[in-house]
């Protein structure tokens, strides 16, 4: 089966693993493109430029904490009391 070329906002949530509010930020921003015509389809191309973008800037925040000697830190870690 051919993949597919132009994605719903919910389904571009779920391939960047972001919230569909965040979806339709990075389109008024212009990172994600968009067809012309409603409803809205986000191609292929621009999820795929986009995840490797942020795969990029982590590789870069790995090789800055691993030169600084800095801890990596978990959420798994922080704990938020409640009262």
Excluded: W
């Excluded at 089966?1 to 949530?13: C, D, F, G, Q, V």
């Excluded at 965040?22 to 191609?43: A, F, Q, S």
């Amino acid at each position: 089966m051919p993949e597919k070329t132009l994605y719903r906002i919910s389904e571009a949530a779920i391939y960047l693993g972001v919230g569909r509010s965040t979806i339709y930020e990075l389109l008024e921003e212009g990172r994600l493109i968009k067809t012309r015509v409603l409803p809205v389809r986000i191609t292929i191309e621009s999820l795929r430029k986009y995840r490797a973008s942020i795969v990029e800037v982590i590789s870069e925040d790995d090789k800055i904490n691993s030169v600084h000697n800095r801890p990596q830190m978990s959420t798994a870690a922080l704990t938020i009391p409640f009262d």
